[in-house]
């Protein structure tokens, strides 16, 4: 299984380390559900990687969990997304995105979709 150990920004150290003591709701409901491997992988929260942060990210699967909240409807931001996706993909990450709105709401259907990519990212490797 690939666990290719990806650069970033050291300036992003600090940063990410402030992003895990606040967190919004969503990203705190979907951590609980995440730790303890739950399910049979290990994640981080706000790791950097690159020139970004990514909300979560499992480094067994290369697998990056994003929640997309309001501000990512905002002009700009889906580009931003995009180049940022683009970029990590590039180095063979995998990512899943959620809205906020769908995590806050519908966990069951949030589970179900991390346990189907799990195995599919699994399977490939």
């Known amino acids: 299984?690939?666990?290719?150990?990806?650069?970033?920004?050291?300036?992003?150290?600090?940063?990410?380390?402030?992003?895990?003591?606040?967190?919004?709701?969503?990203?705190?409901?979907?951590?609980?559900?995440?730790?303890?491997?739950?399910?049979?992988?290990?994640?981080?929260?706000?790791?950097?990687?690159?020139?970004?942060?990514?909300?979560?990210?499992?480094?067994?699967?290369?697998?990056v969990i994003e929640i997309d909240g309001i501000s990512h409807d905002m002009d700009g931001a889906m580009i931003k997304d995009e180049n940022r996706q683009n970029a990590l993909e590039a180095y063979g990450v995998v990512f899943l995105r959620f809205r906020d709105e769908d995590v806050r709401k519908d966990m069951r259907n949030v589970r179900l979709v991390i346990e189907m990519k799990i195995k599919e990212v699994k399977n490939k490797n």
């Open 1 to 63: 299984m690939p666990n290719k150990i990806i650069p970033y920004n050291p300036k992003l150290k600090i940063l990410a380390q402030k992003l895990r003591k606040q967190g919004i709701l969503s990203e705190v409901l979907l951590w609980k559900e995440l730790q303890r491997k739950r399910f049979g992988v290990e994640f981080h929260r706000q790791v950097p990687m690159l020139d970004y942060i990514v909300d979560f990210y499992c480094h067994e699967l290369m697998l």
